[in-house]
Protein backbone atom coordinates (compact mmCIF):
# COMPACT_ATOMS: atom_id res chain seq x y z
CA UNK A 1 0.00 0.00 0.00
CA UNK A 2 2.81 2.26 0.73
CA UNK A 3 4.55 2.04 -2.54
CA UNK A 4 1.05 2.94 -4.18
CA UNK A 5 0.49 5.94 -2.37
CA UNK A 6 4.23 6.89 -3.73
CA UNK A 7 3.20 6.97 -7.85
CA UNK A 8 -0.33 8.30 -7.12
CA UNK A 9 0.61 11.51 -5.82
CA UNK A 10 2.46 12.92 -8.51
CA UNK A 11 -0.18 11.90 -11.16
CA UNK A 12 -2.79 14.04 -9.07
CA UNK A 13 -0.44 16.92 -8.55
CA UNK A 14 0.12 16.72 -12.82
CA UNK A 15 -4.08 16.83 -13.64
CA UNK A 16 -4.86 19.62 -11.54
CA UNK A 17 -1.87 21.50 -13.20
CA UNK A 18 -3.67 21.02 -16.08
CA UNK A 19 -7.24 21.92 -15.36
CA UNK A 20 -6.11 25.03 -13.84
CA UNK A 21 -4.18 25.88 -17.43
CA UNK A 22 -7.02 25.35 -19.04
CA UNK A 23 -9.99 27.40 -16.97
CA UNK A 24 -7.47 30.21 -17.54
CA UNK A 25 -7.58 30.30 -21.15
CA UNK A 26 -9.46 32.77 -23.30
CA UNK A 27 -12.88 31.67 -25.08
CA UNK A 28 -11.57 29.66 -28.69
CA UNK A 29 -12.57 31.99 -31.60
CA UNK A 30 -15.93 31.18 -34.39
CA UNK A 31 -14.51 30.58 -37.91
CA UNK A 32 -16.62 32.00 -40.07
CA UNK A 33 -17.19 30.20 -44.01
CA UNK A 34 -18.60 32.99 -45.45
CA UNK A 35 -21.54 33.31 -47.54
CA UNK A 36 -22.90 30.45 -50.13
CA UNK A 37 -22.11 31.10 -54.10
CA UNK A 38 -24.68 32.67 -55.93
CA UNK A 39 -25.97 30.19 -58.72
CA UNK A 40 -28.06 31.54 -61.52
CA UNK A 41 -27.54 30.59 -65.34
CA UNK A 42 -29.52 31.44 -68.89
CA UNK A 43 -30.53 28.94 -71.62
CA UNK A 44 -30.71 30.10 -74.99
CA UNK A 45 -31.84 28.31 -78.30
CA UNK A 46 -29.57 28.48 -81.45
CA UNK A 47 -31.63 30.65 -84.18
CA UNK A 48 -30.63 28.13 -86.93
CA UNK A 49 -31.44 25.13 -84.11
CA UNK A 50 -33.87 25.62 -81.21
CA UNK A 51 -32.75 21.57 -80.23
CA UNK A 52 -29.29 23.14 -79.22
CA UNK A 53 -29.61 25.31 -76.00
CA UNK A 54 -26.49 27.13 -75.14
CA UNK A 55 -26.49 27.10 -71.36
CA UNK A 56 -24.09 30.04 -69.66
CA UNK A 57 -23.65 30.44 -66.23
CA UNK A 58 -24.35 34.09 -64.63
CA UNK A 59 -22.96 34.28 -61.60
CA UNK A 60 -19.86 35.22 -60.57
CA UNK A 61 -18.74 33.28 -57.19
CA UNK A 62 -17.76 30.13 -56.70
CA UNK A 63 -14.84 28.32 -58.08
CA UNK A 64 -16.45 24.75 -59.53
CA UNK A 65 -19.33 24.07 -61.60
CA UNK A 66 -21.63 20.86 -61.70
CA UNK A 67 -23.87 20.92 -64.51
CA UNK A 68 -27.20 18.36 -65.07
CA UNK A 69 -28.60 18.57 -68.41
CA UNK A 70 -31.93 16.62 -67.51
CA UNK A 71 -31.15 14.24 -70.45
CA UNK A 72 -29.90 11.57 -68.05
CA UNK A 73 -26.99 11.33 -70.47
CA UNK A 74 -25.23 14.72 -69.88
CA UNK A 75 -23.98 15.58 -66.82
CA UNK A 76 -20.69 17.55 -66.11
CA UNK A 77 -18.26 18.95 -63.11
CA UNK A 78 -15.29 20.97 -64.02
CA UNK A 79 -13.31 23.95 -62.67
CA UNK A 80 -14.14 26.14 -65.68
CA UNK A 81 -17.06 25.03 -67.71
CA UNK A 82 -19.24 28.18 -67.42
CA UNK A 83 -20.84 27.69 -70.84
CA UNK A 84 -21.81 24.69 -73.03
CA UNK A 85 -24.19 23.48 -75.88
CA UNK A 86 -26.47 21.10 -75.36
CA UNK A 87 -28.39 19.29 -78.32
CA UNK A 88 -31.94 17.71 -77.51
CA UNK A 89 -33.00 15.46 -80.32
CA UNK A 90 -36.17 14.79 -78.95
CA UNK A 91 -39.27 17.08 -77.83
CA UNK A 92 -40.11 17.71 -74.15
CA UNK A 93 -39.67 19.05 -70.58
CA UNK A 94 -35.77 18.90 -69.35
CA UNK A 95 -34.91 19.95 -65.47
CA UNK A 96 -31.62 21.69 -65.88
CA UNK A 97 -29.81 22.01 -62.48
CA UNK A 98 -26.37 24.19 -62.13
CA UNK A 99 -24.49 23.26 -58.96
CA UNK A 100 -21.78 26.21 -57.75
CA UNK A 101 -19.76 25.41 -55.28
CA UNK A 102 -17.48 28.40 -53.60
CA UNK A 103 -15.66 28.65 -49.69
CA UNK A 104 -19.16 29.03 -48.12
CA UNK A 105 -20.49 25.59 -49.56
CA UNK A 106 -22.60 25.06 -52.35
CA UNK A 107 -25.80 26.33 -54.06
CA UNK A 108 -27.94 24.98 -56.66
CA UNK A 109 -30.43 26.28 -59.14
CA UNK A 110 -32.47 24.28 -61.61
CA UNK A 111 -34.74 25.69 -64.77
CA UNK A 112 -37.35 23.65 -66.72
CA UNK A 113 -36.14 23.81 -70.72
CA UNK A 114 -39.16 22.57 -73.17
CA UNK A 115 -38.65 21.67 -76.54
CA UNK A 116 -40.96 21.77 -78.62
CA UNK A 117 -40.19 19.50 -81.78
CA UNK A 118 -38.27 16.28 -82.70
CA UNK A 119 -34.84 17.72 -84.55
CA UNK A 120 -35.41 16.34 -87.69
CA UNK A 121 -31.69 17.04 -88.59
CA UNK A 122 -30.72 14.29 -86.40
CA UNK A 123 -32.82 11.37 -88.20
CA UNK A 124 -30.33 9.61 -90.02
CA UNK A 125 -33.69 8.25 -92.17
CA UNK A 126 -34.37 11.15 -92.72
CA UNK A 127 -31.12 12.85 -93.77
CA UNK A 128 -30.84 10.07 -96.13
CA UNK A 129 -34.18 11.10 -97.69
CA UNK A 130 -33.43 14.89 -97.99
CA UNK A 131 -30.23 14.61 -97.95
CA UNK A 132 -29.74 16.83 -94.52
CA UNK A 133 -31.01 20.08 -92.96
CA UNK A 134 -28.09 21.41 -95.26
CA UNK A 135 -29.40 20.58 -98.40
CA UNK A 136 -30.93 23.36 -99.59
CA UNK A 137 -32.36 21.56 -102.64
CA UNK A 138 -33.58 18.47 -101.36
CA UNK A 139 -33.02 15.38 -102.22
CA UNK A 140 -34.69 14.29 -105.92
CA UNK A 141 -35.44 10.66 -106.59
CA UNK A 142 -37.00 9.03 -109.11
CA UNK A 143 -38.03 5.11 -109.90
CA UNK A 144 -34.85 3.18 -109.76
CA UNK A 145 -33.95 2.55 -113.47
CA UNK A 146 -33.88 -1.19 -113.61
CA UNK A 147 -36.21 -4.34 -113.88
CA UNK A 148 -38.75 -4.74 -110.66
CA UNK A 149 -39.18 -0.95 -110.06
CA UNK A 150 -42.77 -1.60 -109.71
CA UNK A 151 -44.25 -5.41 -108.78
CA UNK A 152 -47.67 -6.34 -108.30
CA UNK A 153 -47.97 -9.51 -106.15
CA UNK A 154 -50.86 -11.69 -104.22
CA UNK A 155 -50.88 -11.81 -100.52
CA UNK A 156 -48.17 -15.01 -100.26
CA UNK A 157 -46.21 -16.38 -103.63
CA UNK A 158 -44.29 -14.98 -106.57
CA UNK A 159 -45.14 -11.53 -107.94
CA UNK A 160 -48.18 -11.49 -110.49
CA UNK A 161 -46.10 -8.78 -112.14
CA UNK A 162 -42.94 -7.31 -112.01
CA UNK A 163 -41.22 -4.21 -114.72
CA UNK A 164 -38.51 -5.28 -116.68
CA UNK A 165 -35.49 -3.24 -117.94
CA UNK A 166 -37.72 -2.48 -121.33
CA UNK A 167 -40.17 -0.14 -119.22
CA UNK A 168 -37.44 2.08 -117.97
CA UNK A 169 -37.77 3.38 -121.89
CA UNK A 170 -40.66 1.52 -122.41
CA UNK A 171 -42.67 4.17 -119.96
CA UNK A 172 -40.56 7.03 -119.79
CA UNK A 173 -43.72 9.15 -118.72
CA UNK A 174 -43.16 7.72 -115.32
CA UNK A 175 -39.60 6.33 -115.00
CA UNK A 176 -38.77 10.44 -115.69
CA UNK A 177 -41.39 11.93 -112.48
CA UNK A 178 -39.16 13.38 -109.96
CA UNK A 179 -40.02 13.26 -106.30
CA UNK A 180 -37.70 16.32 -104.00
CA UNK A 181 -37.90 15.46 -100.39
CA UNK A 182 -36.10 18.54 -98.22
CA UNK A 183 -36.50 19.30 -94.67
CA UNK A 184 -35.17 22.25 -92.70
CA UNK A 185 -35.72 20.40 -89.69
CA UNK A 186 -39.22 21.50 -88.73
CA UNK A 187 -41.41 21.53 -91.76
CA UNK A 188 -40.91 18.56 -94.21
CA UNK A 189 -41.79 18.89 -98.33
CA UNK A 190 -42.09 16.93 -100.83
CA UNK A 191 -42.22 18.62 -104.65
CA UNK A 192 -43.72 16.38 -107.31
CA UNK A 193 -42.14 17.09 -110.54
CA UNK A 194 -43.94 15.05 -113.49
CA UNK A 195 -41.80 17.04 -116.66
CA UNK A 196 -44.71 17.32 -118.61
CA UNK A 197 -45.96 14.02 -119.47
CA UNK A 198 -48.30 11.59 -117.51
CA UNK A 199 -48.42 7.78 -117.62
CA UNK A 200 -52.34 6.16 -118.09
CA UNK A 201 -52.32 3.02 -116.01
CA UNK A 202 -54.95 0.12 -117.24
CA UNK A 203 -57.07 -1.76 -114.84
CA UNK A 204 -59.12 -5.01 -116.38
CA UNK A 205 -57.37 -4.11 -119.22
CA UNK A 206 -58.83 -0.68 -120.07
CA UNK A 207 -57.50 2.56 -119.39
CA UNK A 208 -58.38 3.59 -115.84
CA UNK A 209 -60.03 6.11 -115.34
CA UNK A 210 -62.18 5.39 -118.10
CA UNK A 211 -62.43 9.24 -119.20
CA UNK A 212 -58.53 9.30 -119.72
CA UNK A 213 -57.31 9.40 -123.03
CA UNK A 214 -55.96 5.69 -123.68
CA UNK A 215 -53.13 3.45 -121.94
CA UNK A 216 -49.48 5.13 -122.04
CA UNK A 217 -47.97 8.51 -122.02
CA UNK A 218 -49.52 11.55 -122.47
CA UNK A 219 -49.00 14.85 -122.45
CA UNK A 220 -50.07 16.76 -119.32
CA UNK A 221 -52.82 18.80 -120.86
CA UNK A 222 -54.11 16.18 -122.39
CA UNK A 223 -55.38 14.73 -119.07
CA UNK A 224 -58.55 15.89 -117.37
CA UNK A 225 -58.68 18.91 -115.32
CA UNK A 226 -59.97 17.22 -112.92
CA UNK A 227 -57.22 15.01 -111.88
CA UNK A 228 -54.82 17.84 -111.67
CA UNK A 229 -54.14 16.93 -108.64
CA UNK A 230 -51.93 13.90 -110.30
CA UNK A 231 -49.81 15.84 -111.78
CA UNK A 232 -46.94 18.74 -110.63
CA UNK A 233 -47.93 19.09 -106.70
CA UNK A 234 -45.85 20.69 -103.96
CA UNK A 235 -46.52 18.15 -100.58
CA UNK A 236 -45.80 17.47 -97.56
CA UNK A 237 -44.55 14.00 -95.67
CA UNK A 238 -44.16 12.74 -92.09
CA UNK A 239 -41.23 10.04 -91.64
CA UNK A 240 -41.41 7.53 -89.05
CA UNK A 241 -38.83 3.93 -88.67
CA UNK A 242 -41.70 2.09 -90.55
CA UNK A 243 -43.54 4.19 -92.63
CA UNK A 244 -43.67 7.19 -94.93
CA UNK A 245 -46.96 9.18 -94.96
CA UNK A 246 -47.56 12.05 -97.89
CA UNK A 247 -50.21 14.50 -97.63
CA UNK A 248 -51.94 16.96 -100.09
CA UNK A 249 -53.99 17.30 -102.93
CA UNK A 250 -52.97 14.27 -105.05
CA UNK A 251 -50.68 12.48 -101.92
CA UNK A 252 -49.08 9.39 -104.04
CA UNK A 253 -45.77 8.32 -105.34
CA UNK A 254 -44.62 6.19 -108.09
CA UNK A 255 -48.66 5.19 -109.68
CA UNK A 256 -51.43 7.30 -109.23
CA UNK A 257 -54.27 4.50 -108.59
CA UNK A 258 -51.98 2.69 -105.97
CA UNK A 259 -54.53 4.55 -103.36
CA UNK A 260 -54.31 4.96 -99.44
CA UNK A 261 -56.96 1.81 -99.33
CA UNK A 262 -57.43 0.62 -102.57
CA UNK A 263 -57.34 1.01 -106.35
CA UNK A 264 -58.49 5.20 -106.64
CA UNK A 265 -60.12 6.53 -109.36
CA UNK A 266 -59.84 10.25 -107.69
CA UNK A 267 -56.54 12.52 -106.35
CA UNK A 268 -56.44 11.47 -102.53
CA UNK A 269 -55.45 13.96 -99.84
CA UNK A 270 -52.96 11.40 -97.67
CA UNK A 271 -51.28 8.38 -98.76
CA UNK A 272 -49.15 5.80 -96.20
CA UNK A 273 -46.72 3.37 -97.75
CA UNK A 274 -44.79 0.83 -95.39
CA UNK A 275 -41.14 1.28 -96.01
CA UNK A 276 -39.22 -1.77 -96.71
CA UNK A 277 -35.48 -0.09 -97.48
CA UNK A 278 -33.72 3.47 -97.13
CA UNK A 279 -30.60 4.27 -97.32
CA UNK A 280 -28.67 7.19 -99.29
CA UNK A 281 -29.28 5.00 -102.43
CA UNK A 282 -32.26 3.19 -102.19
CA UNK A 283 -35.88 3.67 -101.49
CA UNK A 284 -38.56 0.43 -101.58
CA UNK A 285 -42.16 1.40 -100.41
CA UNK A 286 -44.74 -1.18 -100.42
CA UNK A 287 -49.16 -0.56 -100.92
CA UNK A 288 -50.66 -3.27 -98.89
CA UNK A 289 -54.02 -4.28 -99.61
CA UNK A 290 -57.01 -7.61 -98.81
CA UNK A 291 -56.41 -8.28 -102.49
CA UNK A 292 -52.25 -7.97 -102.30
CA UNK A 293 -49.79 -5.34 -102.46
CA UNK A 294 -47.73 -2.67 -105.01
CA UNK A 295 -44.34 -2.05 -104.33
CA UNK A 296 -41.90 0.88 -105.90
CA UNK A 297 -38.16 0.93 -105.83
CA UNK A 298 -37.00 4.59 -105.76
CA UNK A 299 -33.28 5.83 -106.76
CA UNK A 300 -31.46 8.98 -106.41
CA UNK A 301 -31.78 10.80 -109.88
CA UNK A 302 -28.74 10.23 -112.00
CA UNK A 303 -28.58 6.56 -111.05
CA UNK A 304 -27.24 4.39 -114.18
CA UNK A 305 -29.64 2.89 -115.56
CA UNK A 306 -29.24 -0.90 -115.04
CA UNK A 307 -27.69 -2.83 -117.86
CA UNK A 308 -29.46 -6.45 -118.88
CA UNK A 309 -26.33 -8.93 -117.87
CA UNK A 310 -25.40 -11.80 -120.05
CA UNK A 311 -28.13 -14.66 -120.34
CA UNK A 312 -26.08 -18.32 -120.67
CA UNK A 313 -27.83 -21.20 -121.14
CA UNK A 314 -28.87 -23.77 -123.37
CA UNK A 315 -31.86 -22.73 -125.33
CA UNK A 316 -34.29 -25.23 -125.76
CA UNK A 317 -36.15 -23.29 -128.58
CA UNK A 318 -35.80 -24.69 -132.83
CA UNK A 319 -35.39 -22.50 -135.45
CA UNK A 320 -34.35 -19.74 -133.26
CA UNK A 321 -32.17 -18.12 -136.05
CA UNK A 322 -35.89 -17.79 -138.05
CA UNK A 323 -33.96 -18.71 -141.54
CA UNK A 324 -36.70 -19.70 -144.43
CA UNK A 325 -35.23 -23.63 -143.38
CA UNK A 326 -36.45 -23.07 -139.75
CA UNK A 327 -39.74 -21.97 -141.07
CA UNK A 328 -40.94 -25.40 -140.14
CA UNK A 329 -40.28 -25.15 -136.66
CA UNK A 330 -42.99 -22.91 -136.38
CA UNK A 331 -46.67 -23.07 -137.16
CA UNK A 332 -48.75 -19.49 -137.68
CA UNK A 333 -52.44 -18.81 -136.23
CA UNK A 334 -54.65 -16.12 -137.84
CA UNK A 335 -57.26 -15.00 -136.14
CA UNK A 336 -59.28 -14.16 -139.14
CA UNK A 337 -58.19 -13.65 -143.06
CA UNK A 338 -56.05 -11.79 -144.71
CA UNK A 339 -53.51 -11.48 -141.48
CA UNK A 340 -50.11 -10.53 -142.02
CA UNK A 341 -47.71 -12.14 -144.25
CA UNK A 342 -44.73 -14.11 -143.25
CA UNK A 343 -41.08 -14.15 -145.18
CA UNK A 344 -38.76 -16.08 -143.14
CA UNK A 345 -34.92 -15.46 -143.78
CA UNK A 346 -35.87 -11.77 -145.25
CA UNK A 347 -32.76 -10.16 -144.85
CA UNK A 348 -31.98 -13.03 -142.21
CA UNK A 349 -34.91 -12.37 -139.81
CA UNK A 350 -38.66 -13.14 -139.81
CA UNK A 351 -40.45 -10.47 -141.47
CA UNK A 352 -44.36 -9.52 -140.77
CA UNK A 353 -45.84 -7.60 -143.07
CA UNK A 354 -49.01 -6.48 -144.77
CA UNK A 355 -51.27 -7.09 -141.90
CA UNK A 356 -54.60 -6.10 -141.85
CA UNK A 357 -56.17 -4.19 -138.96
CA UNK A 358 -57.42 -5.40 -135.91
CA UNK A 359 -56.28 -8.66 -136.94
CA UNK A 360 -53.71 -10.55 -134.83
CA UNK A 361 -51.03 -13.33 -136.17
CA UNK A 362 -49.83 -15.79 -133.60
CA UNK A 363 -46.63 -17.73 -134.60
CA UNK A 364 -45.90 -20.46 -131.83
CA UNK A 365 -43.91 -23.52 -131.35
CA UNK A 366 -44.53 -26.46 -128.30
CA UNK A 367 -41.95 -26.92 -125.72
CA UNK A 368 -40.80 -29.46 -123.15
CA UNK A 369 -40.68 -27.40 -119.77
CA UNK A 370 -39.42 -29.00 -116.50
CA UNK A 371 -40.41 -28.06 -112.98
CA UNK A 372 -38.47 -25.89 -110.41
CA UNK A 373 -36.07 -24.47 -113.71
CA UNK A 374 -36.03 -21.28 -114.83
CA UNK A 375 -36.36 -19.84 -118.31
CA UNK A 376 -35.34 -16.42 -120.10
CA UNK A 377 -37.02 -15.09 -123.34
CA UNK A 378 -34.83 -13.01 -125.97
CA UNK A 379 -36.01 -12.39 -128.92
CA UNK A 380 -34.18 -9.11 -131.24
CA UNK A 381 -37.68 -7.33 -133.04
CA UNK A 382 -37.23 -4.42 -135.30
CA UNK A 383 -39.71 -2.21 -136.66
CA UNK A 384 -40.29 1.21 -137.83
CA UNK A 385 -42.87 3.94 -138.67
CA UNK A 386 -44.96 1.86 -136.27
CA UNK A 387 -48.50 3.27 -135.17
CA UNK A 388 -51.11 1.59 -132.85
CA UNK A 389 -49.33 -1.60 -133.13
CA UNK A 390 -48.61 -4.04 -130.45
CA UNK A 391 -46.07 -7.26 -129.68
CA UNK A 392 -46.58 -9.69 -127.41
CA UNK A 393 -45.27 -12.90 -126.06
CA UNK A 394 -47.05 -15.66 -124.34
CA UNK A 395 -46.48 -18.82 -122.95
CA UNK A 396 -49.45 -21.21 -123.41
CA UNK A 397 -50.92 -24.84 -121.86
CA UNK A 398 -52.45 -25.70 -125.52
CA UNK A 399 -52.99 -23.93 -129.16
CA UNK A 400 -55.27 -21.20 -129.39
CA UNK A 401 -58.51 -21.17 -131.13
CA UNK A 402 -59.16 -17.76 -130.60
CA UNK A 403 -56.85 -14.76 -129.49
CA UNK A 404 -56.14 -15.09 -125.95
CA UNK A 405 -55.70 -11.68 -125.83
CA UNK A 406 -53.90 -11.23 -121.78
CA UNK A 407 -54.52 -14.62 -120.65
CA UNK A 408 -51.11 -15.92 -120.55
CA UNK A 409 -49.01 -13.01 -121.89
CA UNK A 410 -45.40 -12.64 -120.61
CA UNK A 411 -43.86 -9.50 -122.44
CA UNK A 412 -45.11 -7.08 -124.60
CA UNK A 413 -43.82 -3.85 -126.32
CA UNK A 414 -46.82 -1.46 -127.91
CA UNK A 415 -47.47 2.09 -129.30
CA UNK A 416 -49.37 2.88 -126.29
CA UNK A 417 -46.54 2.28 -123.86
CA UNK A 418 -43.60 3.13 -125.63
CA UNK A 419 -45.08 5.90 -128.39
CA UNK A 420 -45.94 5.33 -132.14
CA UNK A 421 -42.22 5.12 -134.09
CA UNK A 422 -39.47 2.57 -134.00
CA UNK A 423 -39.00 -0.60 -131.63
CA UNK A 424 -35.24 -2.20 -132.29
CA UNK A 425 -33.88 -4.01 -129.66
CA UNK A 426 -34.54 -7.40 -127.41
CA UNK A 427 -37.96 -7.48 -125.78
CA UNK A 428 -36.38 -8.19 -122.64
CA UNK A 429 -34.73 -4.77 -122.42
CA UNK A 430 -37.62 -3.03 -124.92
CA UNK A 431 -40.46 -4.47 -122.98
CA UNK A 432 -42.77 -1.80 -121.75
CA UNK A 433 -46.10 -3.93 -120.82
CA UNK A 434 -45.01 -7.37 -119.24
CA UNK A 435 -47.49 -9.93 -117.65
CA UNK A 436 -51.03 -10.71 -118.46
CA UNK A 437 -53.31 -12.66 -115.93
CA UNK A 438 -52.33 -16.04 -115.20
CA UNK A 439 -48.18 -15.00 -115.60
CA UNK A 440 -45.52 -12.78 -114.12
CA UNK A 441 -42.67 -10.93 -115.70
CA UNK A 442 -39.40 -10.57 -113.87
CA UNK A 443 -36.76 -9.50 -116.20
CA UNK A 444 -38.08 -11.75 -118.93
CA UNK A 445 -37.59 -15.44 -116.44
CA UNK A 446 -40.21 -17.44 -116.30
CA UNK A 447 -40.04 -21.11 -114.21
CA UNK A 448 -42.75 -23.69 -113.40
CA UNK A 449 -44.31 -25.61 -111.35
CA UNK A 450 -44.91 -28.49 -112.77
CA UNK A 451 -43.02 -30.71 -115.92
CA UNK A 452 -45.23 -29.91 -119.08
CA UNK A 453 -45.51 -29.18 -122.87
CA UNK A 454 -46.21 -25.07 -123.10
CA UNK A 455 -46.68 -23.48 -126.41
CA UNK A 456 -44.62 -20.56 -126.84
CA UNK A 457 -45.06 -18.12 -129.57
CA UNK A 458 -45.50 -14.47 -129.81
CA UNK A 459 -48.36 -12.18 -131.98
CA UNK A 460 -48.92 -8.79 -133.71
CA UNK A 461 -51.00 -6.49 -134.73
CA UNK A 462 -52.36 -3.46 -135.20
CA UNK A 463 -55.55 -0.93 -134.76
CA UNK A 464 -57.67 -0.23 -137.82
CA UNK A 465 -55.95 3.18 -138.26
CA UNK A 466 -52.31 1.40 -137.04
CA UNK A 467 -49.49 0.92 -139.19
CA UNK A 468 -45.91 -1.70 -139.50
CA UNK A 469 -44.24 1.20 -141.50
CA UNK A 470 -42.98 0.50 -144.62
CA UNK A 471 -40.86 -2.56 -143.52
CA UNK A 472 -43.09 -4.24 -141.30
CA UNK A 473 -41.50 -5.74 -138.09
CA UNK A 474 -39.17 -8.75 -137.93
CA UNK A 475 -38.07 -11.12 -135.25
CA UNK A 476 -34.33 -12.79 -135.29
CA UNK A 477 -32.93 -14.64 -132.67
CA UNK A 478 -35.93 -15.77 -131.00
CA UNK A 479 -34.80 -18.14 -127.87
CA UNK A 480 -36.18 -19.51 -124.55
CA UNK A 481 -33.04 -20.47 -122.62
CA UNK A 482 -32.88 -22.34 -120.08
CA UNK A 483 -30.83 -20.50 -117.21
CA UNK A 484 -27.92 -21.65 -115.76
Not at 198 to 203: A, G, K, S
Request: proline share 5%.
Amino acid sequence: MKNIKIYLKPFMALLMVIILVASCRPEMEELELGPAPEASFTATPLAENPNKIVFQKTSESGFMYSWDFGNGVIAKVDKSVSIDTIHYPAKGDYEVALTVFGKGGSTTVKQVISIANDDLCSNESLIALTGGCTAVAGKTWVLAPKAGALVVAPPTGAAWWSSGAGDVTGRPCMFNDEYTFKTDGTVNTLTRNMNGDFWVDEEGGAKFPSDMPAIGCFANGDIPAKYDGWKDANLTFDLSSESLKVMGPGAYMGLYKAGDAGTTDVPEEANTYTILSLTEDELVIKKTYDWGSWTFTFAPKGATPEEPGPVTGTNILKGSNMDAADAASWTSVDFAANAATAEYGSSGALKLSSGTPDVNTFIYQAVDVEAGKSYKVSADVKGDGLVNTWIEFYFLDAVPAADPGANGKFLGWSTWCAGNGTIDGNINTVECDGGGSGSGDAGAIISFTESKTVYFGFKTGMLGDGSWGADGITFDNVKLIEVE
